[in-house]
């Protein structure tokens, strides 16, 4: 299923408090895609730091050390809470649930983080005292997405609803619906909103709904041990005597204010220009209370169905598979943007693969992007384009047209060969050239050309300023060649990003947790900079502490990020394969090519062990090589106890970033992991 862009809720509330005081963010990926914007930092949070203990059923000590994995911590058992010191911090601690079940109230919360880990399998619910006492709640059952799970589930905070979780990559949000909101969730006892929102902050849940008529006790103290999650207020209206523009309906969005990060207002309306009357309210908020936090409001009803097509934020949507609509009125994605698209909204724009001749022979993605545009209902076109390798890039002439709506690069281009003699690149922003993201700053390497916005279109909509009309559009042709005719309008701006390096980051967070990285020591082989260069970025992004060199000069932009050392003996060689398991390499990452796959394995081996010798760390293998090679490094490294992932996990990683950062919509992972011809894992 194919889903908008959740957009980020950092942002000042009415009540004066920047949000979010993250005091549970025990490992948070900082990473977040935006809509309609893209985010340019990238640091990870290093997160919570206090020692995790992990409460542990009957017969499942194993859970403590796949937490630790997780991790990348080692374990130990302890016998209850009170022996755990503070300076067992590097360690993950495993307590049983009989054992917690007398110490956990009287623990040091400020020392240590109690997660109780729940087997489903030996019954429902989970003892109610541990989860009430414990910080978070991890349920689980054996499957194999199991690791993926607690992964992501230590990533957000530590907690989640499990089926859910193991059956989506996006973002939950959590509601507890009342009678008169159309729900079932009986109104005369508060305190039992409370017992189960703040269950589901436990379990890790990204958002949690709080229906705004709740008392304002039961909002605020839910807002204040929020954790790690973002608070959406919601208020419905079902009465069909609404007003927008009434003194009401204002002060329903000033206390909504009060405990959220965002405001939602959905009501029933028997008149089409209620609709007009909501967009109307809408810019007034937006001016009235700029920092306020993000509105995302609707009309139900047939009569309200156009104001879900100019909602920005957090659009509640339907999908053609799901049995009924879960209020009137609800429109997919797919119907949404098809009708932007009838209504001028959403221009149709032709969207590019430049590529060369020999990055041919890797999966097509045309059949891929044409269908993620249509199961979006997104108008646009796509056309894999070659360029030449040799002599003037020519990638401007793709990008100079009306109605370009954005490329990706493969291979990568560097920065400074893109903007050599291109006159077009150069004049962009009134002569200051293309925006770069910080990643494109610092990599140097740009895999994805944006369209912004031009001042003239309306905010938040789809990423291109090309005029409103389709059909405008439909007149210039499309073919193997650039259309110059409508050069590209001086009203809009491109945006250099680089994908790779999230794809990067992805890979290596997809079973463990970002603090994993964090200090650690990296070895990082490739026969240039430019191709070590986003394997570098993420390992910055993930606060690696030393990075070991093989084949290439780390770029002096880079090398400032951590220590480097490049291996150029073999006596440095000797000495980092000397070190123990805190110092010594935890991850290495190999952009060299297919043919020096003997060369990696040997690497591999020197650095690797048998599973659990000297600890029960597990390191990370990632190789980037692409194509037919002799010896397989990632077989070398299973069998040397390395997590092992390869280019093909990489790669979806970086084209879901990709569409991300095109067309503004999240399609998972292993959605395109299916669709380039392979298995999941
Ligand atoms: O808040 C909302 C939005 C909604 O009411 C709608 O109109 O789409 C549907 C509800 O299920 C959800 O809780």
Redesign the pocket.
């Known amino acids: 299923m194919l889903t908008q862009v959740p957009m980020p809720v950092h942002r000042p509330n009415t009540n004066g408090n920047v949000t979010p005081n993250v005091s549970m963010d025990l490992d948070s990926k900082a990473v977040t895609p935006t809509a309609g914007g893209v985010k340019t930092s990238s640091r990870l949070r290093r997160g919570d730091t206090r020692t995790a203990v992990i409460v542990y059923g009957p017969g499942q000590e194993k859970i403590v050390s796949t937490f630790a994995d997780v991790l990348g911590k080692p374990f130990r058992l302890a016998d209850n809470f009170q022996g755990i010191v503070t300076a067992e911090q590097e360690i993950v601690l495993g307590v049983s649930a009989e054992s917690a079940r007398v110490s956990v109230a009287t623990r040091d919360r400020k020392a240590m983080v109690a997660i109780h880990a729940h087997n489903v399998d030996l019954g429902m619910p989970p003892d109610t005292y541990l989860s009430a006492h414990c910080d978070y709640e991890f349920l689980y059952t054996e499957t194999l997405f199991f690791r993926r799970d607690l992964a992501r589930f230590i990533s957000f905070t530590l907690g989640q609803i499990m089926l859910l979780r193991q059956r989506t990559e996006l973002p939950i949000i959590y ?1 507890t ?1 009342c009678t008169r909101e159309n729900g079932r969730f009986p109104m005369d006892n508060p305190e039992l909103f409370y017992e189960y929102l703040y269950r589901a902050i436990q379990w890790g849940v990204e958002y949690i ?1 709080v229906e705004v008529w709740l008392p304002e006790e039961i909002r605020q103290k839910l807002y204040e041990n929020r954790g790690n999650s973002h608070i959406m207020s ?1 208020f ?1 209206d079902f009465s069909g005597n609404f007003k927008w523009p009434s003194a009401y309906a204002q002060s329903v969005f000033v206390e909504s204010c009060k405990y959220a990060h965002i405001v ?1 207002m ?1 009501t029933v309306i028997n008149d089409h220009n209620d609709n007009f009357e909501l967009e109307y309210f809408r810019s007034k908020i937006r001016a009235e209370y700029p920092t306020s936090p993000p509105f995302s409001a ?1 009309n ?1 009803g047939e009569t309200g169905q156009i104001s879900r097509t100019f909602n920005k934020v957090f659009t ?1 949507i339907t999908h053609p598979l799901l049995p009924i609509i ?2 009137p009125g ?1 429109m997919s994605a797919a119907e949404i943007n098809a009708a932007l698209a009838s209504l001028g909204q959403l221009p149709k724009s032709n969207i590019y693969g430049i590529i060369t001749s020999s990055s041919r022979i890797q999966v097509p993605h045309a059949p891929f992007y044409e269908k993620c545009f249509n199961e979006l209902g997104l108008p646009h076109h796509f056309a894999v384009v070659e360029r030449q390798t040799k002599g003037p890039l020519s990638i401007e002439a793709w990008c100079n047209q009306r109605s370009f709506g954005g490329a990706y690069l493969n291979p990568a281009v560097s920065f400074t060969s893109l903007m050599h003699h291109s006159t077009f690149f150069s004049k962009l922003n009134n002569g200051t050239g293309p925006t770069l993201t910080e990643a494109v700053h610092m990599i140097g390497m740009v895999d994805t050309i944006v369209v912004q916005s031009g001042p003239t279109s309306s905010p938040g909509s789809a990423p291109s300023s090309m005029p409103s009309s389709p059909n405008r559009r439909n007149e210039s042709s499309f073919g193997p060649t650039p259309n110059n005719t409508y050069g590209f309008p001086a009203s809009s701006s491109l945006l250099f990003d680089n994908a790779s390096w999230r794809g990067i980051v992805s890979t290596l967070t997809r079973d463990l947790a970002p603090s994993a990285y964090f200090g650690r020591t990296a070895v990082v082989l490739a026969s240039n900079a430019d191709d070590a260069a986003s394997a570098l970025y993420a390992l910055k992004a993930l606060r690696v502490g030393k990075v070991y060199t093989v084949g290439f000069k780390t770029p002096p932009a880079l090398a400032r990020s951590f220590e480097v050392e490049p291996f150029n003996s073999l006596e440095s060689l000797q000495r980092a394969r000397a070190m123990g398991d805190d110092a010594g390499p935890f991850v290495l990452v190999s952009a060299l090519g297919p043919e020096k796959s003997s060369l990696v394995g040997m690497l591999v081996r020197l650095f690797g062990g048998a599973r659990g010798s000297s600890s029960q760390i597990r390191k990370v293998f990632l190789d980037l090589a692409d194509g037919p090679r002799k010896g397989d490094p990632g077989a070398i490294a299973e069998q040397c106890g390395f997590a092992a992932y390869g280019v093909a996990d990489t790669t979806a990683f970086t084209t879901a970033e990709t569409v991300r950062l095109l067309v503004g919509q999240n399609v998972p992972y292993s959605f395109v992991r299916l669709t380039s011809g392979k298995g999941m894992f």
Do not use: F, N
């Open positions: 509601t619906r709904d919601a419905h939602k959905i609707v139900m509640p879960a209020a609800q």
